[in-house]
């Protein structure tokens, strides 16, 4: 290859020549002055192109790290009427008035709530997301894993385990959960209530959870259980109790299991007896036992229904109290 290109010797190529002819008008006369590298370039004054895009590029950094804190601290879910869509931030109330609205539990679920309805978002982050419901109806459908959306009402704290469910909160603070599809948990201090699907309970300011209920039961069958909720016992709470035993038949056990911690222990044999006609006491549960309350001896019995472990509603209910506890401490 010639090096002509270079330092002018060997041959010219045809084509660089006419180059060096079309370009010799543009040459310097005399050689550049010897470089002095001992020399530091003087200041330039403003910002080089590398400073402003560095500049730059740690601008759109904070930005957007302020517009994610900004985010973090004011979450909010989207909510649908038919005025249009809005967003319904933490601490914020909605009142559905005379329409209904549709709002988007986060990525988890969502909401139709019925006109009349007032409720507000309490919180909402990944794995906890909670709402007061103050009154009206909502339907309610969650599609995450269980213990992840909470609903307060005037005297009970809703709890999905995985389901869809209807809750009305009335003027007086007093609930109603039917359940769908999964189960629902109702808990106020330390009354508890497991509601599945086909089951209904009713929640009242100063009682807390009822005891759950088959929604086929009957009008008679459910007022006995109101009565043995509420009052104090007497004799006509023991009338109650003996309409409930009489009338309980297969796939009441839900709502006699519950009955074994709410009604005095002299009264336990007689729902002891009846729901081991249903579903017979597993191992090591015994009547002694059941009398005396025994918590372990109860949730085994549960468990044998078919319907899912005590254990995991042990874990989260412990998760709760110690959030509870926490929040309390923060304040």
């Not at 310097?28 to 370039?41: C, M, N, V």
């Not at 109650?240 to 336990?268: C, G, I, K, N, Y």
Request: proline share 6%; glycine share 10%.
């Amino acid at each position: 290859m010639s090096d002509y290109l270079w330092d002018k010797r060997g041959e010219a190529d045809a084509e660089i020549e006419r180059l060096e002819q079309t370009l010799g008008g543009f040459a310097q006369a005399t050689p550049p002055p010897p470089l002095d590298l001992s020399k530091r370039p003087p200041a330039r004054r403003g910002f080089s192109t590398g400073a402003l895009l560095i500049a730059a590029s740690l601008a759109l950094a904070v930005g957007g790290a302020v517009f994610m804190l900004i985010e973090r601290r004011s979450p909010a879910w989207q909510v649908t009427t038919a005025a249009g869509r809005g967003t319904l931030s933490v601490g914020e109330w909605l009142d559905t008035h005379d329409g209904e609205a549709t709002v988007a539990v986060a990525d988890i679920g969502s909401l139709t709530v019925e006109p009349g309805a007032r409720l507000r978002l309490l919180s909402t982050r990944a794995g906890h997301h909670r709402m007061e419901l103050a009154r009206g109806t909502m339907h309610a459908t969650i599609w995450a894993p269980p213990n992840q959306f909470f609903v307060e009402t005037p005297s009970t704290l809703a709890v999905d385990l995985g389901c869809a469910y209807t809750l009305t909160v009335d003027e007086d603070g007093g609930g109603l959960v039917t359940v769908q599809v999964g189960w629902v948990g109702f808990t106020a201090g330390d009354r508890e209530s497991f509601i599945p699907a086909g089951f209904a309970a009713v929640t009242r300011p100063g009682v807390g959870p009822g005891t759950p209920y088959s929604e086929r039961a009957g009008n008679t069958y459910r007022q006995s259980l109101a009565l043995i909720d509420l009052a104090e016992w007497s004799a006509d709470a023991q009338h109650a109790l003996t309409m409930v035993l009489l009338q309980s038949q297969e796939r009441d056990e839900v709502t006699l299991w519950h009955l074994l911690q709410r009604v005095p222990a002299f009264e336990r044999d007689r729902v002891f007896n009846r729901l081991a006609v249903f579903v017979p006491p597993p191992t090591g549960v015994t009547l002694d036992g059941i009398r005396a309350g025994d918590r372990r001896m109860l949730d085994a019995w549960w468990d044998a229904l078919g319907l899912g472990t005590t254990s995991l509603w042990r874990t989260w209910s412990q998760q709760w109290k110690d959030d509870v506890n926490a929040r309390r401490g923060r304040l």
